[in-house]
């Protein structure tokens, strides 16, 4: 039996509108033309494509923070219009979005403990107690620690902020996370162990994955289906080990070439080098890792 469907989309399109000139209004521009797509349970399906092809518009529709112009989305089968109804808070806590500068979405001024909780605080009746421990847990969860509830954001390493997001993310348990480029602003060590990180997670929470990037030797590593975006539309799609070993369209072929190395084996000895030398040299980092 197939793993039920979480996520379903048909025809997104998002239009912006123009910016007027005095005289006339600018047409409004096309970001999505029209993006099907579909993730099961457990599941990770990724997005790659250049910049601007529309990958963070589609982020921001799917995660119910902006509208789309046409087209239909439903989350866990409930079908959902934010320009029409705001969506009720059982199915707004489905999804949940990961950005790729987690600094710019924490507030510098606040203690870690307290940005966690807050997601508790807006959408569940949970009294303090009961916030503040499974902030702990969860903090745990993620590869850290307890008391690092009590600090401050630029007390963490970028891996360790990444992960305070995922955290913070995970608080309402999602369904569904969204994460637009997470480990593309962080050193290529650390982005192994982020990623391993969102797959256990996803094993123990049964979580499905939109992971968009361009960076598609990451991609190729987790992903179940891959869909490749050109200027606001699909031109691509498949099981990823199908389309990294056979791409039909030119365009996925031109972004393959353009990667440096697509080839699993090729990135985990250069990790596996790079953590030798971390070794060898006895520098401790910054990163509390998780133990794989
Ligand atoms: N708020 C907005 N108003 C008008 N145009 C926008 C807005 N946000 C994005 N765009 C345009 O829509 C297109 C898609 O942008 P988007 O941010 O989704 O691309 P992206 O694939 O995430 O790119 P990147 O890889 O650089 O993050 C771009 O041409 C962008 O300039
Ligand atoms: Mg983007």
Not at 56 to 59: D, E, G, R, Y
Not at 185 to 202: E, F, I
């Given at each position: 039996m197939s793993a039920p469907v979480?996520?379903?989309?048909?025809?997104?399109?998002?239009?912006?509108?123009?910016?007027?000139?005095?005289l006339r209004a600018a047409p409004p521009f096309r970001a999505l033309k029209g993006v099907d797509l579909t993730l099961a349970r457990g599941q990770t399906l990724s997005v790659v494509g250049e910049s601007g092809c529309g990958k963070?518009?589609?982020?921001r529709i799917l995660t119910l923070i902006d509208p789309f112009t046409d087209g239909t989305l439903e989350i866990d089968g409930e079908s959902v219009d934010i320009a029409r109804a705001r969506p009720d808070a059982v199915l707004r806590r489905k999804v949940r979005i990961v950005f790729q500068n987690p600094y710019g979405s924490l507030n510098p001024r606040q203690r870690v403990g307290a940005a966690l909780e807050d997601e508790l605080a807006l959408n569940t009746d949970l009294p303090a107690a009961a916030r503040r421990e499974r902030v702990g847990d969860m903090l745990e969860?993620?590869?850290?620690t307890r008391d690092h509830a009590g600090r401050y954001p630029h007390m963490f390493s970028g891996g360790q902020r990444q992960r305070i997001a995922i955290a913070r993310a995970l608080m309402v348990h999602?369904?569904?996370l969204i994460l637009d480029e997470?480990?593309?602003?962080?050193?290529?060590?650390?982005?192994?162990?982020?990623?391993?990180?969102?797959?256990?997670?996803?094993?123990?929470?049964?979580?499905?994955?939109?992971?968009?990037?361009?960076?598609?030797?990451?991609?190729?590593?987790?992903?179940?289906?891959?869909?490749?975006?050109r200027a606001g539309e699909v031109v691509e799609r498949g099981p990823a080990?199908?389309?990294?070993?056979?791409?039909?369209h030119p365009f996925t072929r031109q972004l393959l070439a353009a990667t440096p190395s697509t080839d699993v084996d090729a990135i985990r000895s250069r990790l596996a080098a790079r953590q030798a030398a971390r070794a060898d040299a006895n520098t401790v980092t910054h990163d509390r890792e998780m133990p794989e």
């Open positions: 979480v996520l379903k989309a048909r025809g997104l399109v998002r239009d912006y509108p123009g910016r007027g000139g005095i963070s518009t589609l982020a969860r993620v590869g850290l999602p369904a569904i997470p480990v593309s602003a962080l050193d290529l060590s650390v982005q192994a162990q982020v990623l391993n990180l969102l797959a256990a997670l996803q094993r123990e929470m049964g979580l499905a994955y939109v992971f968009i990037s361009h960076d598609l030797s990451v991609v190729r590593r987790i992903s179940d289906e891959v869909m490749v975006m080990e199908a389309l990294f070993t056979a791409p039909e």
